[in-house]
């Protein structure tokens, strides 16, 4: 935790939009303890859907599945992934019943990637040295170079262990 991947992701999101790489993009955010109708909310809210029907988690994701299946291309961003979760359930088609429907997940546990099939996984780590105290001096400012204020500056972030978040 803290190295950036839900901000790395929130990026994606926008950048995807932004380049229209996809007729979608949803996010729903899954934790240590997913709800399975939370998740389905969260993304039928970025894709436009006012209100899900009020009845169980299947009917919900029925209608998910064939809200995402109209669509060519979309992007669904699964973030903070704890443990393996069925997407049928969701309500997302991969796979055979929808090529175009592409999935980005994030979980601290490259075992949670592999329960989930993930064809790729990218390993976000924490910073060197020399990118944190770049970091540092880009949040804290110029000041830092003060030969004063330097050496309790660089004790600060290296305290900080390379993780972006608390730099």
């Given at each position: ?37 939370k ?28 809200r ?13 992934l704890?443990?393996r ?60 170079d003060?030969?004063?204020?330097n ?17």
């Amino acid at each position: 935790g803290g190295v950036g991947k839900t901000t790395l992701v929130k990026e994606i999101q926008k950048q995807a939009k932004e380049m229209k790489m996809f007729d979608d993009v949803a996010m729903a955010v899954v934790s240590q303890t997913p709800t399975i109708t939370k998740i389905q909310d969260e993304i039928a809210g970025w894709l436009g859907v006012k209100k899900l029907p009020d009845t169980d988690e299947s009917a919900r994701a029925s209608f998910l599945w064939e809200r995402i299946k109209e669509k060519q291309r979309v992007l669904v961003i699964l973030d903070d992934l704890w443990g393996r979760i069925k997407l049928s359930e969701v309500g997302i088609p991969y796979g055979k019943d929808h090529r175009g429907c592409n999935i980005l997940l994030t979980s601290r546990s490259r075992v949670v990637c592999n329960q989930m099939n993930a064809n790729k996984i990218v390993e976000v780590g924490t910073l060197t040295n020399e990118e944190s105290w770049s970091r540092f001096r880009e949040v804290a400012g110029p000041e830092v170079d003060n030969l004063q204020i330097n050496p309790t500056a660089r004790e600060v972030a290296d305290g900080c262990g390379g993780f972006p978040l608390a730099l």
